[in-house]
Each structure stands twice: as C-alpha cells, then as structure tokens.
C-alpha cells in the first residue's frame, strides 16, 4: 500500500575530507522517499522552487513517486551546506537557506489524503502536524526529528508524539530528549511520551527497536569505505517506511518492523557509498535482496543460512 | 580442555556517579579467569603480595581455577584507582601502583605447560611472549591488550601478534594500532599484522569478528543499569576463551567462536550489574543460559525461537 512522504527538498553542498560538491539533490523528503520507492508507491510532499531542476521530477515519476503533492513556487529552493569531519562521524553546517520553505505550508491533494501510511521525514514538528490533520485516519503514522526541534520547538515536538506510532531518532538525540545516558532507558521513556515504537539510529553501530515488550538490536551493514554520510538516517526511514507500507497485514507487528528495520539499514548503507542520491538512483532489487541475506547471515548467532 | 589464564591480578578504588569503594578484587586475570570458569577449567598465573586477602585464593579454587600458578610475594598487591564519568562510557585512572608487579616474570607451573588453550590477558606484551615461551604448542592463543602498550611498547606487541590466532581489543585501540578510522578496515588490517581473528569490542555497541572471509557482528546485551563497568573487557575475552576451550573439537571454527563472542558478551553483561567480581560470583549457569536465549531472540532479524 502506498506511503506518503512528506519532509524537506533541498540542493546541498557537501564537504567531505576528501571531495567537495555542490547542488546536490538533497532534504529529508528526497532521500526517504527514493529509499522507499524500492518497495511501495510514494506520494511525495514538499516545495522547491524555480531554480530546482524540472529532471527530478521526472527521476520521481519513473520510481514510482507521486510527485502531485510537490508544489513548485517562485523563488529558491532550500540549501543546505555541511562539512564531515575526518573520521566522517560528526558535521557542521556551514550554512542554511530556508528560501521557498519559509512560508511552506503543505496542502495535500485530495488524491492523498487517503493514503494507509505516512512518513513525517525530519521537518518541523508543526509541519508535520499540519501534514497529519489533512490526513483521514492513517493506519500508521512513522515520524524522524532532530536535535533543532528538540531544543527550539520542543512542545510542538511532544504534542505531534501523541499521534505518532514509531519515532525515528538518533542515539544523541533520544539521550537528549529524554535526559537518559542509558539508550535503553531513553527508548523506554520515549515510549511513554506517546509512540508504541521507537527506533533508535547510532549511525555505524546499528540501530535499536523498542516494542511493547519487545526489544530488537542490530549492527550496521559493515563498509570499508564511506563517501558521504549524508542522506543516510533519511534512507533508513524511507527504507523503513516503504517496507512496512508493502508488507503490513492488518497490524504493524513488531516482527515486522524489526525486518523493515534491517531493509532501512540495508538501503542507508547503499545511500552512503556514493554523495547525494547517486548510488540510489541505480540500485538494483536483487542488490538489496543479495544484501539482505549476506547482513543476515552475519548477525546470526548460530547455523548459518544463505 | 583447559585454559590457561596470565594477566594482573589487583585491588581495586573505584569511583562511579553514585558510589565509591575500595580494596576490591580487580586485575584483567581475576576477570578474564572467572568468566572462563562457567565453561572449563582455569590455570591462573598471576602475583599477588603479603596483603592480598587469602579468601580469594579458596573462592578461585572452589570454581575450578588452578591458583599453583599464582605466586604470592613479599611486598603489596598491585593497585588501581580509578573514576567513571557521569555516563560511565569513558574513566579516568586515578593512580596506578605497580608494587609486586614491577618485577613479575611468570614462571609456568610444570603442570601448565602443556593447557591447550591459552588466554593472554591484558598485560605487557613481553609478559605475554614470557608465558609463551614456556608453553608446549598450544592449540590456541587468545589475547587481549590495551591502548598504553600501543603506545608504550609497539615492537613487543607486534612480535607477540605474530604467535596469537585471536586478538580482542577495543574500538579506540583498534583505530590506535591501525590508524584506520573505519572498524572494517582496522580489523582486516590488524589480520594482516598476525592473529587469524580480530574481536574488537565496541562497549554498549557490541562488537564484531573477524574471520579470513567471515564477519559476525553483534550489539551489547541491553541493560538499564550499569553499576561498574570496569572488568567488563577482561569478562568478555574470559568467557570467549572458557567457551573455546570447552566446545573447539579439532580447529578452532569462525562458527564456534561466533557463539563464544555471544556467551563473552553475556559474562560481560552480567559484570557490570555489580561492583567488581560480586555478581560474577554469585552467577548461577542457568541464568547465562536464559540471557543468551533472551539475547539470542532480540537479536534475531526474522522468527523468534526461544
């Protein structure tokens, strides 16, 4: 079934130690929708501007992604330019150009408003709300934040908790939100605020689920080589995303995110093997199947199966 | 079959957020030694000095650990003071005193000479080569080091890694000793360098295996409470080795020490749960088995069998 989208579409410029690029596609909204058109059809929200190139439009359209709910004002597009420190695990930003997205206030088509399964990608927890409110009754509502909006909107933040079933966040952000050095005990806490779910992203050391009663832990698909980290986290929710949208039966079970858990991880390690959406853009099914098994095989603690 | 178990044996200060207590049972031995004695028994090489409690010497015994080994001299038992950060994920040494420890020079018991495995626990490397030399090919060598002989005596370590087939270190360590930044790289290149297999521990993260063409990765055991994180290393290489050392049946396989990583995990997570040895002490094999099966459920990406 189908997954609206809705988060940030912006052209980034990327530093890493060792490449610089610039005006590539970027934002929340590009990567998790890209990562989740591998498994279901994607209704896609955002805004961009003028100078945002007319070809995107059409790579969307190709994967299967709606792109209706994209609304092209005048103006530019959202830009957003970081920096990689050495040893690629913390960044700066050196600069942010909100433009078009200052007054976005996203209207769905009425097309969409009907969609089972919504991914709030990371986007100010206002927008999100608003995104929901034209919504009738979505099955099941995954949301991505971050540290800005746990420290400069924070009510916001905790009243779109109550209507969220997973939260998507990172280890640094969970520790914060909750004042909890244990991410165990911040997972649990988090739970309490209002999702059923959370998932708890740490970048290259896996990532964490937390159930009702139920706890599910996993390494991170293991790269030699990294070129841009960028887009990653983004990827894991889309990936996340789309495959519940595919594979939900009736209820979301826990077994079921706990695989959609690993398809995220799968796709967010393919998105860094490349800068921007490059590696995305030519990624192969059988690529992400072949991955799956060999990630499987393993974090298996015992026989081996292929 | 035997393991036989060398590195220091002292008494520990420790100083946490919450509490401080002195003169405990420490040294990587005593933690390596009685998380290998859940599985098999112990040869323990070590020294202590005139002050070293007596009890402790019956307490090895009653679980199956040799003390001949252990040689008790005039003067103090090395000592070790140190204290945890607010979030227990990084320590400072507070003072170290060597005392009976300066001029220790292992000599094996002729009984040990033969224990067909070995695990060198963290001490100088030259120690480490020291008991080497004395032994009569064992099958298999574990060993265990830290970042103050990276940087202290490099050569003595690089001599020893050619005669170890499994190497555990930490994270930090292993970027240390490789001047890699991704894990991947380090441990292919430590492989390189000497020892068959590469465990590099990650702390709350788990950690990861390296085999010629094999990987296993694993997270921690989940805790909400941690009280003293230090031995937690040492537990974790004691329960490896034990567990090799009592299932290997002709070689060593990657599949068997896939599962030891998992049982020194487990030893390890119980560790912290107490002070110094005291919930070790009081472990009961049941409860390790049902933690591994706990652990084992939570980790696994598809069905749950228990």
């Known amino acids: ?20 690029r610039s005006d590539l596609l970027g934002g929340s909204a590009s990567y998790a929708a890209l990562g989740a058109s591998f498994f279901t059809p994607v209704n896609l929200v955002g805004i961009v501007g003028d100078d945002f190139p007319q070809s995107e439009f059409q790579a969307w359209e190709s994967r299967g992604i709606d792109t209706r709910g994209v609304q092209r004002v005048h103006g530019n597009t959202f830009r957003w330019s970081g920096e990689y420190a050495w040893d690629l695990n913390t960044r700066e930003t050196r600069s942010v ?17 009907a969609t089972p399964f919504v991914l709030l990608a990371n986007i100010a927890p206002n927008l999100q709300a608003h995104v929901l409110d034209q919504m009738n009754e979505p099955r099941f509502v995954l949301a991505d934040t971050m540290d800005l909006w746990i420290k400069t909107t924070r009510s ?20 914060e939100i909750t004042q909890e050095t244990s991410l165990i005990r911040a997972g649990r806490k988090i739970q309490q605020s209002g999702p059923r779910f959370v998932a708890i992203k740490k970048g290259e050391h896996g990532a964490l689920l937390f159930g009702q009663d139920e706890f599910f832990s996993c ?19 889309g990936g996340l995303g789309g495959f519940v949208s595919a594979h939900a039966q009736g209820e979301v079970t826990f077994d079921l995110l706990r695989r ?8 967010a390690s393919f998105c860094v093997e490349a800068f921007s959406l490059e590696r995305l853009r030519h ?18 603690f015992e026989s081996i199966s292929r």
Do not use: C, W
């Open 1 to 20: 079934m189908s997954l609206l989208v809705v988060g940030s579409i912006g052209l980034d410029t990327v530093k890493t130690p060792v490449e610089e």
């Open 97 to 113: 150009a909100l433009n078009v997205f200052e007054t976005f206030s996203p209207t769905l088509p009425e097309e969409y408003r």
């Open 156 to 175: 916001d933040l905790d009243r779109l908790l109550k209507r969220v079933d997973l939260l998507i966040l990172n280890d640094s952000e969970a520790r």
């Open 219 to 237: 390494g991170a698909y293991p790269l030699e080589d990294i070129h841009d980290p960028t887009g990653a986290g983004d990827t894991f929710a």
């Open 260 to 267: 959609a858990m690993i398809y995220g991880s799968v796709l």
């Open 283 to 300: 990624l192969r099914s059988d690529e992400i199947s072949e991955r799956y098994k060999m990630f499987k095989a393993m974090s298996q």
